[in-house]
């Protein structure tokens, strides 16, 4: 089991960046494909970026293909969404979320809710024009 911490969320302008970082108990965070999603308010909640377990298989949502970037560090047990160029529509809370690589595989990264099984509480993201 894992649990996850999401920080990082805050307030900026249209054009500027932030970077989340999710950190997880346990040693054995290596062993986790992580997820990034997000819940704009009145909206479903959906997937934003994944990494796989073994981390050499990443995969975004099309509205944020290259201004977010997934990156994970075993070490220090966190995965980190860095997003740049950020837009209104970027608003939300995002979500932290992990998957053992026995339900996933080591290169799998799921983009579905159903695929991950543990969850932060989420960070607040609000972007301004």
């Known amino acids: 089991q894992v649990q996850l911490v999401e920080s990082g969320g805050g307030l900026v302008q249209a054009g500027g960046s932030l970077r989340l970082s999710c950190a997880a108990s346990g040693r054995t965070f290596g062993t986790y494909g992580m997820g990034w999603f997000r819940q704009a308010p009145g909206k479903e909640r959906e997937f934003a970026a994944g990494?796989?377990?073994?981390?050499?298989?990443?995969r975004y949502t099309d509205s944020v293909k290259g201004r977010f970037t997934i990156s994970r560090d075993n070490a220090k047990t966190t995965v980190y969404l860095q997003m740049n160029s950020l837009k209104p529509e970027d608003t939300a809370v995002y979500y932290c979320?992990?998957?053992?690589?026995?339900?996933?595989?080591?290169?799998?990264?799921?983009?579905?809710?159903?695929?991950?099984?543990?969850w932060g509480q989420g960070t607040q993201v609000t972007i301004t024009s």
């Open positions: 990494i796989s377990g073994s981390g050499g298989t990443t």
């Open positions: 979320a992990a998957v053992h690589v026995i339900k996933m595989g080591w290169d799998g990264v799921g983009n579905r809710i159903a695929n991950y099984d543990y």
